[in-house]
């Protein structure tokens, strides 16, 4: 499947049974709710008591949202529709923007908000930017724009569950300007089964994400490749719906919404930490599945891991770096670089340079050479000598379970029961303890 939308594809009934979690808890009030077991397995009641992603934007780049659906109301800004110019929160045919945006901050509806669906980040705002199709024979050339829209409008989590097949230069920079604005964007690898993941999950600084199962078992059709980042649910996912009011589907943006969901509780709760600290703890307390414990990673399916909010959220993680593991997309030129690169090209706007001559500028760049390695000498030096080892050790960025690193034993958040667990008996283990009133408005 090439185009954008098919990023998500309908599932069938749900399977009886939970699996890797042994018996199912007591059902809940609505079926809709019960059938969501991503909540169950990330045991969000704990997850909400640590945040539930107030004061945080995420924009969903996709189709446009029914803001009026009774499980989203009042979560969703009026955002734009770059397809007829006006603003994408009233979405009533096409499903897939509001399914994204239901997984990241639905509330649910009804006494206790018992009913319909809650998203991981239930108190979050969704900015809804409705774009067209970006796929096989499909214009891309306004994949920028919305970008930067996003960028422009407050969100500091753009979900991006969609798959064009090129990046133009003018995407590749606004992915930068979003990196530069300090912008985490998240990215479906792919529906495709196969071994090379979307252009633009596949980008630098993009999180790139792929979908397992209940199990905690990558899904047969979601993409793998090296750039794969992390993993989550995105299998017999139930979202909102406008066409039908709820639909379960299957697909990597779903995964990919979870991860979204995910970064805004972190982005809330620590407001402080850069777009690549984020990404940081999220991947510092991914774990694998049952059996999976030693694969090298990053493994080109898991990803460092499937993401477990209440870890990320609760563990003593070290900042790290401020791109954590993020790649550096290439920087925009500035407007100043930029108009000097435009004069440089004219026949009078370098005269000043011209008169040193070629010997001149060669002579002075080789001393500054020379200058700066010996100032580099002696800064590593000097470091050395204040902090001893040099970084890379257990802990910090690069240590167990960090990229770069290939364990040959299982990392410090790869001993837990479960993909989605955490110890038995201690704050956040599976089953929750039954639900009093979730949070949302």
């Not at 029914?66 to 499903?95: R, Y």
């Not at 990404?279 to 990053?298: C, D, I, M």
């Not at 500054?368 to 050790?393: D, F, Q, T």
């Amino acid at each position: 499947m090439s185009f954008t939308r098919t990023l998500r594809a309908v599932g069938g009934a749900v399977v009886a049974g939970a699996l890797l979690f042994g018996s199912a808890p007591t059902a809940l009030a609505d079926q809709n709710r019960d059938d969501q077991w991503p909540l169950k397995a990330f045991d969000a009641e704990s997850v909400w008591k640590e945040s539930t992603g107030k004061g945080v934007t995420v924009a969903v780049i996709d189709d446009a949202v029914d803001g009026s659906h009774p499980d989203l109301m009042g979560n969703v800004l009026p955002g734009k529709s770059f397809i007829d110019g006006g603003t994408a929160d009233h979405e009533q045919t096409d499903d897939h923007g509001t399914g994204m945006a239901s997984i990241i901050a639905g509330h649910g509806h009804g006494a206790g908000k018992a009913n319909g669906v809650m998203g991981l980040a239930p108190d979050a705002k969704i900015l809804p930017v409705a774009t067209p199709e970006f796929g096989a024979g499909v214009d891309n050339s306004g994949l920028a724009e919305v970008i930067r829209y996003a960028v422009d409008h407050d969100a500091s989590v753009i979900n991006m569950s969609i798959a064009p097949t090129f990046l133009a230069d003018a995407d590749k920079k606004a992915l930068a300007y979003a990196a530069q604005k300090d912008v985490l964007v998240v990215a479906g690898a792919g529906n495709e089964g196969a071994n090379k993941l979307s252009a633009l999950a596949s980008a630098p600084g993009v999180v790139a994400v792929g979908a397992v199962d209940k199990a905690g078992q990558v899904w047969q059709k979601s993409n793998s490749g090296s750039e794969l980042m992390l993993s989550a649910p995105g299998v017999k996912i139930t979202s909102a719906a406008p066409s039908e009011q709820y639909r379960e589907a299957d697909g990597t943006s779903d995964a990919t919404a979870y991860v979204s969901g995910a970064a805004a509780l972190l982005r809330s709760k620590f407001p402080d930490l850069t777009a690549g600290q984020i990404a940081n703890r999220l991947v510092k307390t991914a774990a694998l599945p049952p059996g999976q414990e030693n694969l090298k990673l990053p493994d080109a399916h898991y990803g460092y891991g499937i993401i477990r909010p209440y870890s990320a959220l609760t563990k003593d993680v070290p900042t790290g770096s401020k791109n954590g593991p993020l790649k550096t997309p290439k920087t925009e030129p500035s407007a100043g670089a930029g108009g000097a690169t435009s004069g440089a090209s004219g026949s009078g706007s370098d005269q000043n340079e011209s008169r040193l001559g070629t010997g001149a500028i060669v002579g002075i760049a080789a001393g500054v050479l020379v200058v700066v390695a010996i100032i580099v000498i002696i800064a590593v030096r000097s470091k050395n000598r204040r902090n001893g080892p040099p970084p890379g050790v257990p802990g910090g960025y690069g240590g167990p379970g960090g990229p770069g690193f290939a364990p040959q034993q299982p990392g410090p958040y790869q001993q837990q029961p479960g993909p989605y667990q955490h110890q038995p008996g201690a704050p956040g283990s599976y089953p929750p303890v039954p639900p009093t009133q979730p949070p949302g408005q």
